[in-house]
């Protein structure tokens, strides 16, 4: 593997799933832990998602890769949201831009975080093609590690635009919004066990696995990070980090079930 590489590997999400309960944030990040998921992404604009995450890791934060993010135009405002994620045991081990937000405003503070040892990394984010030429300005720059965007069979914007540039640049990928983002429209169709069967060989048992396993399958993608509010889910959807690299052929099957 190389240096730059993270993965591939599933990790978990934490938008919207928790809704501010924390006895439900620590079963699902306990579920997800249990079955050996260890990168988990975060954002101070996920309301309560990243004191969630902070309680549930306490105890079990040695071998965890934290993600989150700064979201907020002010440098100093910034720094106030860095500070509150010293609930992260003292470090981070990526930081990133969140949405594209002030990033050459925050870059040189959190350069100087990483020079200093309490970030291990610098990524930015965007949830939208629509702001791919401004990621892309960004990324050019040099200055991050990691690139944050959507991806799954049926949003391959990134395949065409931030994936060649992540690769050419040596910038990890982290993959968001792999269901198509709350609500899942990409697995509202569950094929059929018939329809699945093609799959079954290469150690997918459920659809969600599948699409799953067809991101990781590229090999520029690093970290796919799906959010659930269910224990049981995110342990199915750790199972897909565990499967072999799946073959051209099987992908093909999953872009014909999804689309
Ligand atoms: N701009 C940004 O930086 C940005 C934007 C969007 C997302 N993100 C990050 O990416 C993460 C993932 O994206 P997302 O949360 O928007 O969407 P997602 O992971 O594509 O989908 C989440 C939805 O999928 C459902 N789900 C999860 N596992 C399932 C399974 N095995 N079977 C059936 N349904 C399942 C969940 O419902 P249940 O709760 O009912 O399981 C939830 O509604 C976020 O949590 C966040 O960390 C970042």
Redesign the pocket.
Known sequence: MEERRLGPVVGL?????FAGDRGLAREVIGSALDAGVCVF???PM?GAAEASLGEALQGRRDGTFVAT?IWTPRVDEGRRQYEAQRRFFGRVELE?V??LVAWQEHLPWLEAEREAGRIDRIGV???SPGAFDELERALSTGRFDTV?V?L?PLERAAERRILPLAEERGIAVVV?????????P??RRQPSAAELAPLREHGIE?W?QAVLAWILADPRVDVV??????PE?AR??AGAGELPTLPAEARAVVERLAS
Request: hydrophobic letters at 20%.
């Open positions: 999400g934490t938008w919207q799933t992404d975060s954002s996920y993010k990133q969140h949405n984010t965007h949830y944050q959507p799954n968001m919004e792999p269901f198509g983002g709350t609500g899942a990409l697995l459920t969600a990070i799906p959010a659930t509010s269910r889910r199915e959807n």
